[in-house]
T-cell receptor, first 114, second 114 residues
Framework: AQSVTQLDSQVPVFEEAPVELRCNYS??????LFWYVQYPNQGLQLLLK??????LVKSINGFEAEFNKSQTSFHLRKPSVHISDTAEYFCAVSETGGSYIPTFGRGTSLIVHP | KAGVTQTPRYLIKTRGQQVTLSCSPISGHRSVSWYQQTPGQGLQFLFE???????NKGNFPGRFSGRQFSNSRSEMNVSTLELGDSALYLC?????????????FGQGTRLTVV
């Protein structure tokens, strides 16, 4: 069975500063990796995903994440955050060929200050 | 294209009562999953339905049940409500069963048990 650890429950940062949200996973087989974002009073939306191929994946709004198999990590980064990036971010993992039900981390609250 | 619709958005129930939540997936999506989201536990998987069959079930007591209709709409039922059932219940739909497929989430139903 897979598991996901998001190391920081809350990350405060000033606007235009860089940010990294950390995610580590555990699995005995190959995995698919996802980052979802949840704005207040909303459901989750897919931000980006790693299925195969290039280990660096990017979203349309400037976020990127890199799959590191040796460190079993999938950290999310953005070089310059905006106030509108304030939200809850969830890392998720599903096993290839497994039950395909994703396991979610507990979430990281990104708080961007002006 | 309409998104995932969950009704009602908010619900207040008394301990011991039962409740039914509804989820209409995106047209063409055959897989519907339910999650319970609480501040302390994050997102916890309840169950997943595909073509009216429950394919996967999380670690929740039998008071939590669900079903899926032929039009892919899904309902979940919680009987004998407890205070600890207070949570945001999220429904997610996807087009298929593969772990690589994106899950589209509804806005959730906020259940408060008093």
């Amino acid at each position: 069975a897979q598991s996901v650890t998001q190391l920081d429950s809350q990350v405060p940062v000033f606007e235009e500063a860089p940010v990294e949200l950390r995610c580590n996973y555990s699995s005995s087989v190959s995995v698919y990796l996802f980052w979802y974002v949840q704005y207040p009073n909303q459901g989750l939306q897919l931000l980006l995903k790693y299925l195969s191929g290039s280990t660096l994946v990017k979203s349309i709004n400037g976020f990127e994440a890199e799959f590191n198999k040796s460190q079993t990590s999938f950290h999310l980064r953005k070089p310059s955050v905006h106030i509108s990036d304030t939200a809850e971010y969830f890392c998720a993992v599903s096993e290839t060929g497994g039950s395909y039900i994703p396991t979610f981390g507990r979430g990281t609250s990104l708080i961007v200050h002006p | 294209k309409a998104g995932v619709t969950q009704t009602p958005r908010y619900l207040i129930k008394t301990r011991g009562q039962q409740v039914t939540l509804s989820c209409s997936p995106i047209s063409g999506h055959r897989s519907v999953s339910w999650y319970q989201q609480t501040p302390g536990q994050g997102l916890q998987f309840l169950f997943e339905y595909f073509s009216e069959t429950q394919r996967n079930k999380g670690n929740f007591p039998g008071r939590f049940s669900g079903r899926q209709f032929s039009n892919s709409r899904s309902e979940m039922n919680v009987s004998t409500l407890e205070l600890g059932d207070s949570a945001l219940y999220l429904c997610a739909s996807s087009i298929g069963q593969g772990g690589y497929t994106e899950a589209f989430f509804g806005q959730g139903t906020r259940l408060t048990v008093v």
